[in-house]
């Protein structure tokens, strides 16, 4: 039975390194190795005037991917300005009910709209590069390197 433990537990170990090592190679990937060292602890969310959550940035950056969903809660778009950005996005009115970007009524095609989510690709457009994120980080990780980065690609 002392064997089944034995062989349970380093599969699970193997599963972890496993887990460890395909993270820090798509985080080399991306260009921002350093993404790995946060550990989540929420201030820069706290920080952001725009409540946009920098840790979106990190998360994109070391899964590779700038189509990542991230918190943007104070961004407000007409319909029209929020379909060109992406129709999938999670959009809710001024009375926080959710608005279908794809069926609009006249009324509604008018009125700004909140944003709740958005790819971080486009949350960096929208960015007032204030550096409060870079401030409060307890290990000071350069979040607007990644956010600068994603201003300036050709994909925005
Ligand atoms: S403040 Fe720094 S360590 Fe904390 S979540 Fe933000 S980037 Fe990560
Ligand atoms: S630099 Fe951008 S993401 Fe960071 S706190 Fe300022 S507005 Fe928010």
């Known amino acids: 039975m002392k064997r089944v433990f034995f062989l349970v537990n380093i599969g699970c170990y193997l599963v972890i390194l496993a887990y460890v090592g395909i993270v820090a190679a798509s985080a080399v990937a991306s260009g921002y190795p350093w993404t790995i060292t946060?550990?989540?602890?929420?201030?820069?969310?706290?920080?952001?005037?725009?409540?946009?959550?920098?840790?979106?940035?990190?998360?994109?950056?070391?899964?590779?991917d700038r189509?990542?969903?991230?918190?943007?809660?104070?961004?407000?778009?007409?319909?029209?300005?929020?379909?060109?950005?992406?129709?999938?996005?999670?959009?809710?009115?001024?009375a926080g009910q959710r608005v279908d970007i794809n069926n609009l009524t006249p009324e509604q095609a008018r009125d700004e709209v909140f944003v709740s989510r958005m790819q971080a690709r486009y949350a960096a457009s929208f960015c007032i590069l204030c550096g409060n994120c870079e401030r409060i980080c307890p290990i000071k990780?350069?979040?607007?390197?990644?956010?600068?980065?994603?201003r300036n690609a050709a994909s925005l």
């Open 38 to 64: 946060c550990y989540n602890c929420g201030l820069c969310r706290q920080s952001c005037p725009i409540g946009l959550d920098p840790y979106g940035f990190i998360a994109a950056a070391t899964a590779n």
């Open 67 to 94: 189509t990542t969903m991230m918190q943007a809660v104070n961004v407000k778009l007409l319909p029209h300005e929020a379909a060109l950005l992406d129709r999938n996005m999670p959009l809710v009115n001024s």
């Open 141 to 150: 990780l350069p979040i607007m390197t990644i956010i600068k980065d994603y």
